[in-house]
């Protein structure tokens, strides 16, 4: 057929047919711990559901501006002064996406010509090297190696460096690892980025979960705004993951090309649901509730590492995460392929996990576990998960 041939290059990840594989066994009646999902466990706090189904019945359900109303860049604009203390211009360096996977899929379509190369750790989110493929970019892979704290050595990214190069992706807290770098190195990156006139897309939709010190944000350095695009959404800070809403906040001419690309497909975020993530972003009780999900994320996190210090396997490794709500358990003392791991963990031990090698070639031999789940299927996971890696 005639299709898409870009289409070809995009992986599709071996997580789909293990999720398939996990639903089939929920609809068959086994019982099962699902420790695979990036989804919090909690709900949306109900006064957020609240002003939504108010603003419905305001009649808040016609179209809305492209870039989003001016009542939620605001409220965008006054979080990233509150939490990360960059002043951001509501009317013309912000704009309204679905979710933070749009905010980087419009990041990338507005500064993307095809054949530019864009480095990207790894391990790291499948979305991330997916879409630049999609978008026609070249994705260059830099091992963030778990000896180094899943952070890549600086050496590995001028060796990624060429002359196409045209963007640094960054996610931390990291989706899988946790990593999250000192501020020294961060500010050694914008250096580099700055010597060789890349943008950097810094991903942040983990920054509210952190278990040590806060997570600067990439635009928080000297200088580094006008070559910074960020992405961020509600879904795992607000446990807002249906709502689908997020932002991107970048330089002006980044979000006029932005509006281009989402006022040409998705028209605009729904404004009900913006009056609701309006509200949750600004609401004091609400960044209480945010905090004590980061409480709870923390209280499940030290479970698994007393647990660890418990069971002492040398098969599952422990490294602890420093942000967002996964452990990348290391299991390569087992020479074992990370699918085969998860598939077997599946079947003889009852727990849905995500392989490592879904988030890069680094990832093997390593699995993502989550902690968005309750203390008791974290605890029961974890023991039978050791128990099984102790049984090869
Ligand atoms: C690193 C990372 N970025 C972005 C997203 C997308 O989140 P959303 O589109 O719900 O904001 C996810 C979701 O799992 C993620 O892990």
Not at 126 to 137: A, F, K, Y
Not at 222 to 228: I, N, P, S, W, Y
Not at 376 to 389: S, T
Request: aromatic share 8%.
């Amino acid at each position: 057929m005639n299709l898409n041939q870009q289409f070809e290059l995009v992986r599709q990840s071996p997580t789909v047919s293990l999720s398939d594989r996990i639903n089939a066994l929920k609809a068959s009646g086994r019982q099962l711990i699902g420790l695979q999902v990036g989804d919090p466990d909690f709900n949306t706090h109900p006064s957020i559901i609240n002003v939504a189904l108010k603003a419905m019945q305001d009649g808040l359900t016609h179209y809305g501006p492209a870039i989003g109303t001016m009542e939620l860049r605001q409220a965008i604009a006054a979080k990233l002064l509150r939490d990360e203390g960059v002043t951001y211009d509501p009317a013309s360096e912000i704009m309204v996406t679905h979710g933070g996977i749009h905010a980087y899929y419009l990041a990338m379509q507005a500064i993307l010509n095809p054949g530019d190369d864009i480095l990207l750790p790894d391990p790291s989110w499948g979305t991330h090297e997916n879409m630049g493929t999609m978008l026609r970019g070249n994705v260059i892979r830099v091992p963030a190696p778990a000896e180094n704290g899943f952070i890549p050595h600086f050496d590995s990214w001028l060796n990624a460096l060429t002359p196409k190069s045209k963007a640094i992706v960054l996610n931390y807290p990291s989706n899988p690892t946790g990593a999250n770098p000192s501020r020294e190195y961060l500010q050694k990156l914008q250096d580099f980025a700055k010597e060789h006139k890349l943008w950097i897309i810094s991903d942040e939709v983990y920054g509210s979960m952190y278990y040590g010190e806060r997570p600067t944000s990439a635009a928080a350095f000297d200088g580094a705004k006008e070559r910074t695009l960020i992405v961020n959404s509600l879904s795992k800070s607000y446990a807002m993951t249906g709502w689908r809403v997020g932002f991107l906040a970048a330089p002006k001419a980044v979000i006029e090309n932005a509006l281009k690309a989402g006022q040409n497909s998705i028209t605009c975020v729904a404004p009900f649901i913006q009056k609701a993530a309006a509200f949750a972003l600004t609401d004091p009780v609400i960044q209480d509730v945010t905090a004590n999900m980061r409480a709870a994320y923390a209280r499940r996190r030290d479970l698994v590492i007393h647990l660890s210090h418990e069971l002492e396997s040398e098969k599952v490794l422990v490294i602890p995460p420093q942000g967002a709500f996964y452990f990348f358990l290391d299991f390569r003392p087992l020479k074992m392929a990370s699918i085969e791991i998860c598939e077997r963990i599946l079947e003889e031990a009852g727990v849905g996990l995500i392989p490592g090698s879904a988030f890069g070639a680094e990832g093997e031999g390593f699995v993502r576990m989550t902690i968005a789940s309750s203390d008791e299927d974290v605890e029961a996971g974890f023991r039978k998960i050791v128990e099984w890696a102790e049984g090869q």
